[in-house]
């Protein structure tokens, strides 16, 4: 059973951190890019942070460059996004995605909370 499970969110204050992590399971997980997109209230889903199967390529959304940081670990399966400087406008549910050609593989998502 292939699962994406995210974790870590919750809520911050402006100017902290949070690391989300999502382990991945079911499937040839380290043959996969690895996505974070995030899901304001109100707002369409959007691409954060992307990381390439054998971590050759990095890619991030210009309002979150120099404050996010994607990693992975193919041992435990594991991506993470480090977030630090949040601010209330990173408040969104954040949501984990594994793309091999075709094939697309969503988690369920973890709220951040940037809120003083």
């Known amino acids: 059973q292939v699962q994406l499970v995210e974790s870590g969110g919750g809520l911050v204050q402006p100017g902290g951190s949070l690391r989300l992590s999502c382990a991945a399971s079911?499937?040839?997980?380290?043959?996969?890019?690895i996505f974070w997109a995030r899901q304001a209230p109100g707002k369409e889903r959007e691409r954060v942070s992307c990381i390439s199967s054998r971590d050759v390529g990095r890619y991030y959304q210009d309002s979150v460059k120099g404050r996010f940081t994607i990693s992975r670990d193919n041992v435990k399966n594991t991506v993470y996004l480090q977030m630090n400087s949040l601010k209330p406008e990173d408040t969104a549910v954040y949501y984990c995605?594994?793309?091999?050609?075709?094939?697309?593989?969503w988690g369920n998502g973890t709220l951040v909370t940037v809120s003083s």
């Open positions: 995605n594994g793309r091999q050609y075709a094939t697309n593989y």
């Open positions: 079911g499937f040839t997980y380290d043959q996969y890019n």
